[in-house]
Antibody, heavy 120, light 111 residues
Framework: EVQLEESGGGLIQPGGSLRLSCVVSGFAVSNNYLSWVRQAPGKGLEWVSAIFSGGSTEYKHSVRGRFTVSRDRSKNTVYLQMNNLRPEDTAVYYC??????????????WGQGTLVTVSS | QSVLTQPSSVSGAPGQRVTISCTGSGSNIGADFDVQWYQQFPGTAPKLLVHNDINRPSGVPDRFSGSKSGSSASLAITGLQAGDEADYYCQSYDNILSGVVFGGGTKLTVL
C-alpha cells in the first residue's frame, strides 16, 4: 500500500528556516517523481517543487533560491528545506507521488499534510 | 489569480447533473497537456478523481467524468449525492511557467 507521511511543520518567524520530511512506504523514492504541493488557509492548491527519479529538481518561481528539495534513499524520505520564510509561505504542505510522462504530470497519492505558519 | 479558471461555486439538487469548467490557454490545456481533477473534503488531502483528461482511477464511480476541448476542460457529475459536496480542482502543466498549474477550485453544494 502506498503511503506518504509528512512532518516538520510548525510556527516559525519570518526569515526563519524549517525542514519538512516525507516518509514514504509502498514504493521507492529513488524510482519515482515526488512533489510538494501547498495550500494556504482557505485558498487553493499550489505546486511548489519536485524531485525527479534521476535526482534533478524543479521549483515554483516564487520559492526558487529559498527552498531546496532532496531525498534520502536509505530512509525512503523526501525533504523540503525552506529558508528565509515569508508570511505568504503559510500553508499546509502536502507530499505527493507523481505520474510524469509526455504531456502528463499529475499526483496520484497524497500525504495528510503538515501545517507551516510563518508569523511573528 | 490562478492560471486555470474555474467557477468559484456550483450547486445542484440530489440526482441532478452538474458540470465544472476549467479554462486555460495555449501554454497549458491548449498545448495538449493533460488535465486532471481532484476532490477535496474539508480538512483532508485532495484525492485524484480524473487523470489524463478522461480516465478514472480504480474506485472512482463512473458518475464522475472528464472531457477536454481546445483550451478548456470539464468535470461532469451525474446522479448528484450529498456526499459529493466538496471542493474540486483542475490541474495541468504550463510550458511557459515550466510547472504544474491548478485552477482556483470550485465548491460544490448539494441543495
Amino acid at each position: 500500500e502506498v503511503q506518504l507521511e509528512e512532518s516538520g511543520g510548525g510556527l516559525i518567524q519570518p526569515g526563519g528556516s524549517l525542514r519538512l520530511s516525507c516518509v514514504v512506504s509502498g514504493f521507492a523514492v529513488s524510482n519515482n517523481y515526488l512533489s510538494w504541493v501547498r495550500q494556504a488557509p482557505g485558498k487553493g492548491l499550489e505546486w511548489v517543487s519536485a524531485i525527479f527519479s534521476g535526482g534533478s529538481t524543479e521549483y515554483k518561481h516564487s520559492v526558487r533560491g529559498r527552498f531546496t528539495v532532496s531525498r534520502d534513499r536509505s530512509k525512503n524520505t523526501v525533504y523540503l528545506q525552506m529558508n528565509n520564510l515569508r508570511p505568504e509561505d503559510t500553508a499546509v504542505y502536502y507530499c505527493t507521488r507523481d505520474v510524469v510522462g509526455a504531456g502528463i504530470w499529475y499526483f496520484d497519492s497524497w500525504g495528510q499534510g503538515t501545517l507551516v505558519t510563518v508569523s511573528s | 489569480q490562478s492560471v486555470l479558471t474555474q467557477p468559484s461555486s456550483v450547486s445542484g439538487a440530489p440526482g441532478q447533473r452538474v458540470t465544472i469548467s476549467c479554462t486555460g490557454s495555449g501554454s497549458n490545456i491548449g498545448a495538449d497537456f493533460d488535465v486532471q481533477w481532484y476532490q477535496q473534503f474539508p480538512g483532508t488531502a485532495p484525492k485524484l478523481l480524473v487523470h489524463n483528461d478522461i480516465n478514472r482511477p480504480s474506485g472512482v464511480p463512473d458518475r464522475f467524468s472528464g472531457s477536454k476541448s481546445g483550451s478548456s476542460a470539464s468535470l461532469a457529475i451525474t446522479g448528484l449525492q450529498a456526499g459529493d459536496e466538496a471542493d474540486y480542482y483542475c490541474q495541468s502543466y504550463d510550458n511557459i511557467l515550466s510547472g504544474v498549474v491548478f485552477g482556483g477550485g470550485t465548491k460544490l453544494t448539494v441543495l
